[in-house]
């Protein structure tokens, strides 16, 4: 829902419409000949049909703007990033009271040393007027919000108060029942007058005072911030001194308070106090201009608000509205490319408005003043506390991301390189050059905006990714070829080839990356279905169709890259090293932290019961979880026609039970085991087609397995057996899941474009290996020998706990659990594999005294144990260059 309304100064009068480039002092360009049309609501605010005649506005009346009316309730970053950090404080004290015990008994006595020296009658006193005040003062403070209308912000702070209390309520209760002991020392304390009841870990009238004081926003009422502030102290304090609670109860009650304030602010939402179009008119105007209506355009880069505005005797503006809002938006995803890239990678962000608007207003200038096309700022302005006005004069035109691909011409790219050029002589980088920052103004000039985040006096690696992001936005929408020939005929085979080291995704922009695996995906996926048709029809071969797909694969930098290399033969071709910090290695320590958290929590000494193990059978167990890792090298080894080194095939089997951490068991060994062929110097596509081939033999392995030891066991039991019921429920539910798959359209549809990108190219590859008949005699002996490796490791398991099952009963319960558990897609397996075990053996009589510690026994031998190997494995051919 829009406003109505653009509003002129005088009936009939036309506001005059320029391009801001014939400027002759600046471009020598003539004077525009022809106003911009008007495009309504997103175009540009230039003439106007007949049938639009402005009304007559005299020159004090207000004026409003066509725009789509503002929420009344906002989301606002900023909140989120309180409450996260409140949370953070929140774990932090539970660590600190936890480990630190000596430091918080330490505090604890010194406090309740030094409080006897406060005379008792100041104490009582205090207390008194405290206990009194932290009632009344909100109370007070709500009572005159209402009083001028104000009640939505007290309703706020009311919700919050209350969930506050809930949430002191739950601590309370937590810390009395399951915390550990170290907690609730640091937390509660018997109250000195002899009572046998603990204090509360949190005050219950103090964290509802200070969620209801943070949420209603204090910020511009200094007066009674101050007094709310005063008396919470005041009431903390007199009860630190009386000893009815600790100092970190205190800072947990204040952090409580803070975190559920914040939190149910970034839930409902705040009051929206974002300046509106009519707060822009009435700003304009106080700095010399004379607006005569307005409306919305799209917004800039970061979320700065933009508005077209037409004047009674000027040339329309584009005007930008900065605030704090907008300022917080995309503080975690800034954090983090903070934290990954180098810092001459990354621009630091302005710390206060008022820094952003000197900012943008110094690069607008210096852009101005280079030559290069970008529209001249005219004015700026505070527009209230919060936010802040840039001036711009309108250029007419379309974004690149607006034009159709055949609309951009080299004239135009051209143009948009000269202005670059232009910027770069003058040590400008303008760090934004994606589709929405390049304005195509005719069919031969273009303009950069969007110049907000941009830097002067930059360093040559900001220089030379500049051109390699522009390089690649061109591309994206008119091939390589194109955008590297009018590159180097604007600026020269020099400093092109400059660019070349910055060709790499993690220095551009997160839409040009999004853009580029789009390409590549849609480019794959055509070629794959292309390919699939003229196999079928015979008129390509299977490894003519195979080196197509391979060629649509190659991903736009590389191709650029090989455009480069065309003109400049002796260009770089080093990568510059961009990240500080690589994403596999915060992986890998995160990795290392849950394996060991679950590790620690998931496998418990009572549970394993190690005094009642018989170690024989243990050993056992572990010869048999380390066949299985041979067996997984022989299944991948024996669908792959070329030959593999056999002790690194193993070695990326182990390396695989790391990456099992992260990822579920099925998803990561597949993508580990293609990265292993591919890194073997076998192609991509008959990499994949090898791993499919051994993931389809497998799956028809287990169901056959499942099959015959199912029959055996029926036959040995007479059918009584749990595990033949184990059998029944295991197909019925593969059934099940199968038609609600084929009944669903969309979940159809992802499941056959996954299995067909999966096993393209299996049944050639398998045709190859016939060729090979030992080939596959060791992929299908490695399927049958993995799974009796497992099934003896579990087997072994129970008999070291004094359970007997035969051999068949055990493999059935296997296959069974094993597909069950691993259809939850956890990293490992981790919990629906260990309640499945234990439950189909349960099911199959072994009793629960058994079952559970041979579960645990035969998990940490098959997936905890071999995490450190793995681990190693996994850095060791990554070193090789092997994975």
């Known amino acids: ?42 175009g540009l605010a230039g003439e106007r049909p007949p049938d ?45 009271a936890r480990f630190a015990v000596s430091t918080t008994s330490g505090l604890e006595n010194d406090i309740s040393t030094n409080a006897h020296r406060i005379p008792g009658v100041l104490s009582t006193v205090a207390a008194l007027i405290s206990s009194v005040a932290v009632l009344a003062v909100p109370l007070a403070f709500a009572v005159e919000r209402l009083i001028k209308r104000d009640g939505l912000r007290v309703a706020d702070g009311v919700l919050a108060s209350v969930l506050a209390y809930g949430v002191s309520l739950g601590v309370d209760w937590w810390v009395a029942a399951g915390a550990p002991a170290e ?73 409580i308070g803070w975190s559920v304030a914040y939190g149910t602010l970034y839930a409902i939402g705040s009051p929206n106090i974002r300046p509106t179009g009519s707060h822009l008119m009435t700003g304009l105007r106080k700095v010399g201009f004379s607006p005569a209506g307005a409306h919305r355009a799209p917004d800039a880069p970061g979320g700065t608000r933009r508005y077209y505005v037409e004047q009674q005797d000027g040339p329309p503006l584009d005007v930008h509205i900065i605030d704090r809002e907008q300022q917080a938006s995309g503080f975690f995803y800034r954090a983090w490319r903070r934290l990954r890239l180098r810092s001459v990678a990354v621009r630091r962000s302005p710390q206060s408005l008022r820094q952003a608007l000197e900012q943008e207003a110094l690069i607008a200038y210096a852009a101005a003043a280079s030559g290069a096309r970008a529209p001249q700022l005219v004015a700026t302005s505070e527009l209230g506390p919060d936010a802040a006005i840039l001036v711009y004069e309108q250029v007419p035109g379309r974004t690149l991301d607006e034009l159709a691909d055949e609309e951009i011409t080299d004239q135009v790219m051209a143009s948009l390189w000269e202005s670059v050029g232009r910027l770069h002589d003058r040590r400008i980088a303008h760090r934004r050059l994606t589709g929405e920052s390049l304005l195509v103004v005719d069919d031969k000039t273009g303009c950069l905006v969007n110049l907000s985040g941009g830097d002067i006096a930059a360093g040559d690696l900001t220089l030379r990714i500049d051109l390699a992001q522009l390089l690649t936005t061109f591309a994206l929408r008119v091939g390589p070829e194109r955008a590297v020939a009018t590159a180097n005929a604007v600026l020269g085979a020099e400093r092109v080839a400059g660019s070349l080291p910055l060709l790499q995704p993690v220095g551009l922009s997160r839409q040009t990356r999004g853009d580029l695996a789009k390409q590549t995906k849609e480019r794959k996926a055509a070629a794959q279905a292309l390919a699939l048709e003229q196999v079928a029809s015979g008129e390509r071969t299977q490894q003519q169709a195979e080196e197509d797909i391979a060629v649509a694969g190659e991903d736009l930098l590389s191709r650029i890259r090989g455009q ?15 990240e500080r910090l690589k994403p596999k290695t915060l992986i890998t320590v995160i990795a290392l932290a849950f394996a060991a958290y679950l590790a620690l929590t998931t496998i418990k000494p009572a549970q394993l019961k190690l005094s009642h193990m018989n170690w024989a059978w243990a050993a056992a167990a572990l010869a048999a979880a380390a066949l299985t890792y041979i067996a997984a090298s022989m299944s991948l080894t024996g669908f792959v026609p070329e030959r593999l080194p056999f002790r690194r095939t193993v070695a990326a089997q182990v390396a695989g039970s790391f990456v099992k951490l992260v990822a579920p068991a099925a998803i990561g060994g597949i993508a580990l ?27 028809a392995g287990h169901l056959l397995l499942l099959f015959c030891f199912g029959l055996i066991t029926g036959s040995q039991t007479n059918g009584d057996l749990g595990a033949s019921r184990a059998v029944i429920i295991g197909v019925l539910s593969a059934a099940v899941l199968s038609l609600v798959v084929a009944a669903v359209g969309p979940l159809r549809r992802f499941v056959v474009t996954r299995v067909r990108s999966l096993f393209f190219g299996v049944v050639p590859r398998m045709l190859d290996l016939m060729q090979t ?34 051999f068949s009963a055990v493999a059935v319960v296997f296959l069974t659990a094993n597909a069950a558990g691993s259809a939850i897609p956890t990293p490992g397996g981790i919990g629906p594999v260990e309640l499945a075990l234990v439950g189909a053996l349960t099911l199959a009589n072994v009793p629960p005294t058994v079952a559970t510690p041979a579960v645990f026994l035969y998990r940490a031998l098959t997936f905890w144990l071999p995490v450190i190997p793995g681990w190693v494995c996994y850095n060791v051919l990554q070193r090789k260059d092997a994975l």
């Open 1 to 42: 829902m829009t406003g109505t309304v653009d509003v002129a100064a005088d009936e009939g009068s036309e506001p005059p419409v320029g391009d801001p480039f014939d400027r002759p002092d600046q471009l020598g360009r003539p004077p525009a000949e022809h106003a911009a049309p008007y495009e309504g609501e997103k």
């Open 183 to 255: 907690i609730r020392d640091a937390l509660t304390q018997l109250p000195p007058d002899g009572g046998q009841t603990l204090t509360d870990p949190v005050h219950g009238y103090l964290a509802p005072v200070i969620a209801y004081m943070t949420a209603v926003g204090m910020s511009s009422r200094p007066r009674w911030r101050v007094a709310l502030w005063v008396v919470v102290v005041l009431s903390g304090m007199t009860e630190l001194v009386s000893g009815y609670t600790t100092l970190l109860s205190l800072i947990l009650t204040v952090l």
């Open 773 to 806: 008949p030992s080939k596959l005699l060791t992929g299908f002996g490695g399927i049958l020998l993995l799974t009796l490796s497992f099934t003896a490791c579990l087997d072994a398991s129970i008999q070291a706990f004094g359970g007997s099952m035969s």
């Open 673 to 699: 085991n293609t990265r292993y062929l591919q890194k073997a110097g076998i192609r991509p596509v008959q990499a994949v087609a090898s791993v499919g081939a051994s993931q389809l033999a497998g799956l």
């Open 564 to 578: 480069i290399l065309q003109i400049a033969p002796e260009a770089p071709l080093a990568p510059e090293k961009l």
């Open 52 to 96: 639009e005649e402005p009304a007559h506005q005299e020159p004090g009346d207000d004026l409003a703007v066509d725009e789509p009316l503002l929420a009344a309730r906002a989301h606002r970053p900023s909140d989120l990033i309180r409450f996260v950090a409140g949370l953070l404080g929140i774990i932090a004290l539970f660590l600190v």
